[in-house]
């Protein structure tokens, strides 16, 4: 089985890669811009990507820090994860449709399709309570360790 530091190790790998193609992406569409720039959803995927990947690591020295239970720190570490991946997801398929130039802002689509305001509120909720609740657990542990 999996531990939290190898599963936060190779989520900052594939989050990094991520940032890197993306950076390609990125400078393509600033080449063939007339004015510049990429799609904002292409700039937001490909700093995210990279920003999420050196969080992961940070989750990754947590997790190896932390004296809670194997299980605790996994699945801890896997919401906030899990998270983290579904934002670069949705970025990076607004930058590919290029529907909106703000997610948050109604209406909120996905292409063509609209969504309903309570299902991204309760998904950003869930977010919120899911990234700050994992890590606050492993900050948790890692000052069990350390006092």
């Given at each position: 089985m999996i531990s939290a530091p190898q599963l936060a190790v190779v989520a900052?790998?594939?989050?990094?890669?991520?940032?890197?193609?993306?950076?390609?992406?990125?400078?393509?569409?600033i080449r063939q811009s007339e004015?510049?720039?990429?799609?904002?959803?292409?700039?937001?995927?490909?700093?995210?990507?990279?920003l999420y990947a050196f969080a992961a690591m940070l989750l990754a020295e947590f997790a190896h820090i932390s004296e809670l239970s194997s299980a605790v720190e996994l699945i801890a570490t896997a919401l906030v994860l899990f998270y983290f991946a579904?934002?670069?997801?949705?970025?990076?398929v607004h930058g590919l449709l290029r529907d909106t130039?703000?997610?948050?802002?109604?209406?909120?689509?996905?292409?063509?399709?609209?969504?309903p305001g309570a299902a991204i509120g309760l998904l950003m909720w869930t977010l919120i309570i899911a990234e700050t609740g994992g890590f606050l657990v492993l900050f948790y542990g890692v000052l069990i360790a350390i006092f």
């Open positions: 900052a790998g594939i989050f990094f890669l991520i940032g890197l193609l993306t950076g390609t992406w990125k400078y393509l569409q004015n510049g720039r990429a799609h904002p959803y292409v700039d937001i995927c490909h700093r995210a990507s990279l579904t934002a670069i997801l949705t970025y990076f130039d703000n997610q948050l802002q109604p209406p909120f689509r996905i292409g063509r399709r609209n969504l």
